[in-house]
């Protein structure tokens, strides 16, 4: 019995001396990782807290890259912020825009969506681990990390466990001197070079596999677009261009009967005939280059221009 009292007691002290560790040490790396001036925890921490512009561009990857905010915040004379984060989905974009609805009304709220937005994808489900380093930040992140299911609801009270898969992304974006993603480009990331010398006859767009929609992201995006109507801010739902274009397919077709039927105005540029085939404006098959993302840009200003979102008088025709 004395025995078994000392092991409790070596025990507490045991567990004591991890929590407090935990603590501690989850404070330096807290502090490190507010440091960060660029990279996707970035952007993802000045969405969740100080964002004041007026057009506001939320995406994966072809949002990030092809959404030319400083040339948009330079002709249009409004400011403006990429929210772009590569690799994410509606998962991502949805608490994300939520957290800014609850302290921040912009002009107008561009959200770039991919042709098979609504496909089921697990890994959308382990991306949503970007979020652990923000685990009790609000309750929409709070939400996405459960999400992710396992463990995490418990594991994400650990700070070592939170920043476990960080710490070299954030140390590399505290030291890199790089602008791309940086409050300085406004979260644009360009992309130099073009894929006219790496030319696939295989369409990565092409869809092949089993049609398998999610139902959660479906459900997101309906919920976003209510509140985003509900706070009297225009909203345009965006498909930036691919190189080859795409066919019809059922995720296509759904996403616009689901804008349709919500009353969102859809500027689809998937197989625009500005980009189709022209290799010299892409870095590879889905993502446009400086030079694409300057010319995409522009059409999207003009088009911002002619229906007069900005000043609240309505938008433009579905293309």
């Known amino acids: 019995m004395k025995e078994f009292k000392i092991f409790l007691s070596k025990a507490a002290v045991l567990l004591i001396i991890l929590i407090v560790s935990d603590v501690v040490i989850g404070f330096a790396i807290t502090y490190v990782f507010n440091k960060q001036k660029s990279g996707k925890y970035f952007i993802t921490t000045y969405a969740l807290k100080n964002t004041n512009q007026d057009i506001l561009v939320f995406g994966n990857s072809h949002a990030a890259q092809h959404f030319n905010t400083p040339l948009m915040a330079e002709k249009l004379k409004v400011s403006a912020f990429n929210f772009g984060v590569q690799g994410q989905s509606m998962l991502y974009y949805y608490p994300i825009i939520k957290s800014v609805l609850n302290y921040h009304k912009p002009k107008l709220i561009i ?185 995409f840009t522009n059409m999207i200003m003009e088009r911002i221009i002619k229906s007069n979102i900005l000043n609240g008088s309505g938008t433009s025709a579905n293309k």
């Not at 898969?165 to 073009?194: A, H, M, R, W």
């Open 111 to 295: 959200m770039n969506l991919d042709c098979t937005e609504l496909s089921f994808n697990p890994t959308n489900y382990q991306r949503l681990s970007i979020f652990l380093p923000y685990f009790h930040q609000n309750k929409y992140v709070d939400s996405s990390i459960y999400l992710m299911g396992g463990g995490e609801k418990l594991e994400a009270w650990s700070s070592l466990y939170r920043y476990n898969s960080t710490i070299g992304y954030i140390l590399f974006n505290v030291s890199n001197k790089s602008e791309n993603k940086s409050y300085k480009s406004l979260g644009f990331d360009p992309q130099y070079g073009n894929f006219c010398q790496k030319i696939s006859m295989e369409n990565e767009n092409s869809i092949s596999k089993k049609i398998k929609f999610d139902e959660k992201i479906i459900q997101s995006l309906s919920s976003l677009i209510k509140d985003i109507q509900n706070a009297h801010i225009p909203l345009v739902v965006t498909t930036t261009p691919l190189l080859y274009g795409i066919k019809q397919n059922a995720y296509r077709d759904k996403l616009k009967l689901l804008l349709m039927n919500s009353k969102v105005d859809y500027w689809d540029y998937a197989n625009d005939e500005s980009f189709v085939n022209k290799c010299n404006l892409f870095i590879d098959q889905a993502h446009l280059n400086k030079e694409g993302a300057d010319v």
